[in-house]
């Protein structure tokens, strides 16, 4: 069974840093690229950050160009998101997302994790 | 970034209608256009790729169809495990966007 586990998430002040995780299982991990996608409370889904299956290429949207940084470990079939400078509008559940292929052009979702949430407070 | 706007935002439906969502984008994607389902403190889950193409093990009570820049994704049938909230997404461009929602609510 193809499963998506993320951790990491929780309470950090306004200019803090957290680092997400994203456990995969039940499929080659290296050959797909992988997508953080956020929801914030009652809102709608933010593609944030994306990285092809070999982790030669990231993209990121704009809103956090600078302060995040999606990275992966083939070897532990993981994907991590630092998150740095975070801000109130970066509360959100966070969303580790699997693409059908290997590249990052024409990503569509097959398989979701269950998310992870990040409160951004004083 | 190219918008995408779903209406209606919510529609009130009863067990057996056949209702449909339109997904509009601001400029052409072509089908490269995905519809998700997501039920509360859920994740979201793959309904329909490439605009028409019904994901493995989905019902074929879903369809899809469209192209260009007008999208629908349509129920026929409507059971109660359908009542949820549907999201489109385009994956044309970088950033892939989604539309806002549109909530299937009991009538």
């Known amino acids: 069974e193809v499963q998506l586990l993320e951790s990491g998430g929780g309470l950090v002040q306004p200019g803090g840093s957290l680092r997400l995780s994203c456990v995969a299982s039940g499929f080659t991990f290296s050959n797909y690229a992988m997508t953080w996608v956020r929801q914030a409370p009652g809102k709608g889904l933010e593609c944030v950050s994306t990285?092809?299956?070999?982790?030669?290429?990231?993209y990121y949207v704009d809103s956090v160009k600078g302060r995040f940084t999606i990275s992966r470990d083939n070897s532990k079939d993981t994907l991590y998101l630092q998150i740095n400078s975070l801000r109130a509008e970066d509360t959100a559940v966070y969303y580790c997302?699997?693409?059908?292929?290997?590249?990052?052009?024409?990503?569509?979702?097959?398989?979701w994790g269950q998310g992870t949430l990040v409160t951004v407070s004083s | 970034d190219i918008q995408m706007t779903q209406s209606p935002s919510t529609l009130s439906a009863s067990v057996g209608d056949r209702v449909a969502i339109t997904c509009r984008a601001s400029?052409?994607?072509?089908?490269?256009l995905a519809w998700y389902q997501q039920k509360p403190g859920k994740a979201p889950n793959l309904l329909i790729y490439?605009?028409?193409s019904l994901e493995s093990g989905v019902p074929s009570r879903f369809s899809g169809s469209g192209s260009g820049t007008e999208f629908t994704l349509t129920i026929t049938g409507l059971q109660p495990d359908d009542f949820a909230t549907y999201f489109c997404q385009q994956y044309s461009i970088y950033p892939w966007t989604f539309g806002q929602g549109t909530k299937v609510e009991i009538k």
């Open positions: 490439k605009a028409s």
């Open positions: 400029q052409s994607i072509s089908g490269w």
């Open positions: 997302a699997k693409a059908p292929r290997s590249s990052s052009s024409y990503n569509y979702f097959d398989c």
């Open positions: 990285i092809t299956a070999s982790g030669g290429s990231t």
